[in-house]
Nanobody, 123 residues
Framework: QALFVESGGGWVQPGGSLRLSCAGSGFTFSRYAMGWFRQAPGKERELVATITSDEGSAGGSTAYADSVKGRFTISRDNAKNTVYLQMNNLKPEDTALYYC????????????WGQGTQVTVSS
């Protein structure tokens, strides 16, 4: 089964930056697209960033939710089975528990979730 371990969260003032990391195991990391999700209290989990697998002509392509476009950058290191989320110019509305997950070539996210890493943006 897939296993995800997220880290790098914390408290930061508005305008600050954080870099999240997520180590994946139990699957062939390089063959899966990866995504970062977040869930704020009382809200549904939302997808904020994705990066395709490195296989194929579109390898390593990224996509972002409108709310984070231009501020967040997703990247991956297949040698370390790790996906990153660089978050700049953080806003209070970015406060949430952040998770990563993997999507197969069939287009399905795994049903496994890690413990997440908490990001709190406040002054």
């Amino acid at each position: 089964q897939a296993l995800f371990v997220e880290s790098g969260g914390g408290w930061v003032q508005p305008g600050g930056s954080l870099r999240l990391s997520c180590a994946g195991s139990g699957f062939t990391f390089s063959r899966y697209a990866m995504g970062w999700f977040r869930q704020a209290p009382g809200k549904e989990r939302e997808l904020v960033a994705t990066i395709t697998s490195d296989e194929g002509s579109a390898g390593g392509s990224t996509a972002y939710a409108d709310s984070v476009k231009g501020r967040f950058t997703i990247s991956r290191d297949n040698a370390k089975n790790t996906v990153y989320l660089q978050m700049n110019n953080l806003k209070p509305e970015d406060t949430a528990l952040y998770y990563c997950n993997a999507k197969s070539a069939m287009g399905h996210w795994t049903g496994y979730w890690g413990q997440g890493t908490q990001v709190t943006v406040s002054s």
